[in-house]
DNA sequence: TTTATAATATACCGGTTGTCCAAAAAAATC
DNA sequence: GATTTTTTTGGACAACCGGTATATTATAAA
């Protein structure tokens, strides 16, 4: 990516956890990053997608930590799950990521909340099998139900510790819930006390798919606004781009060859890869 | 209260429930309120002053009902306990609260920002005295750690419930949440396990210091606002109930008394009353 | 060197909250 | 009923906001 662009990202990223995302302006961006109002709209269309930006790269990021965390040790390891929380809820401390998800529901930008809420499903979905492999599959039916548990607890615990400005450590507060759900598991598998179905995360459609939705519709708007100011065989090349990308399968190679002739490409150019790495 | 003003909150409470906070601007207020922006000036001295209005609104509403659940029925009643929860969260449900108060936190305002969390924590402790009355002095010791666990599963439950759209019921929600914390009341009295210290509730104000430090401050910047327009006489009476308000235990018959020689005292006098009625 | 692309500065738009004020209306007081 | 006080009105205004548009300049690719 642009070193610039990355650098109006760190900016950015640096104002909202210390001022907070609408206390932040674009003009205080645009000066604490040294650019102009043009450059940064040309970087994001909007406020929003740079904060989308920005939650991805910390998401992306923090996975790959927590790659590394578990990285040839054994899955049930109970001690390399508490760590892989630990990675998550250190780095929404760190870069006061619950204000931030606050901020966004205010916001009432649609597709920010979606993606905030689609995050956070994600992340009960990671839960949710990381217990299964943690407690074996005797606890799968109420697998949800306890990922809503232990979620519950360690984000109400540490939203208290930081209202009171107590000092108790990450760590401890993600034991403790780890202990309480250990003795839930015992409970529970005696009781049998379901509330949550298991599979009600299952239709929510899972990450990359909502990923390459996001993509798709991404793309389709960059070619929507290169048709505006096409001429006619531009247009003609840019509606079968439209077509074909909306395909069941489209194919690549016919794409980039297509995209080729075209004029001021670039962008065009770039989404496309987007759209075609299944990996960012 | 002035009818009029609360026709006002009426109208932007429903403007709140239906389009969100920040989506909801004072002209759509004046409009379905029908009165003028001078006049809503008059009433609240910002938006966010009204939407405090409305939580106190709320809030003590809500604690009203609380009251007649318990009323005449024994304490340690569990479903008692559960009733008096279910109130609260259904007024929270059904006024949209969650997502007001992500409004709230969006709206970088420290006084509004102060005014939730203190809210969160009275709700904690509320709910922590209440576990100790059901469960028995025996659970005192973990008496905070349960009442963040139960708050915990109870909000990441419903809030996830929201967020797939599934028709679950509160009462089911908290039903649950308090078999779990039955489950763990007899777990944690064997094992000792105790993350938060008891008292660290304690240290923060109670709600009624925090209310009366509210009307002092509003008394004391409607006393400041008038003396801008005062004549010498005028401003010497308020700097005289400025100092009194300011006192230990301000005297209530001479504040009164001298309060009557001020022209254009209406606002004053309300501010007054409200000072020194312990209840709203 | 020419040409395509990126970056700049700035004016502008419609929106926001909130201030201010003169004038009209309503209420309270004499 | 007349006078005074209080409330309400409605709109101009200021200072912001996010975002658009554009003409101009700088930079890099051909």
Redesign the pocket.
Known sequence: M?E?KKKVMEAAHSLFIEKGYAA?????ILEKS??????F???F????ELLISIFEKIHSETDQLRQEVIAGRPVQDKEVFIEQVKVKMEVNKRNNLFALFQGVFASEDEELKKFVKQHHLNELRWMQRRLIEVYGMRIRAFSLDLAVVMFGIIQNMLHFVIAIEENVKVEDVISYAMRRVDAAVDEITVSKDVLLDTRLLEKWQPNELQEQERKKSKLLQEIGAMQTKADKRTDQLLVFLQDEVREEAPRRLIMETVAKEI?????LVRLMNDFFDTDA
């Open positions: 642009n610039r932040t302006s674009i003009q205080d040294a650019i102009s109002k043009g450059t709209y040309n970087y269309p909007s406020k929003n004029p001021q490409n670039k962008e």
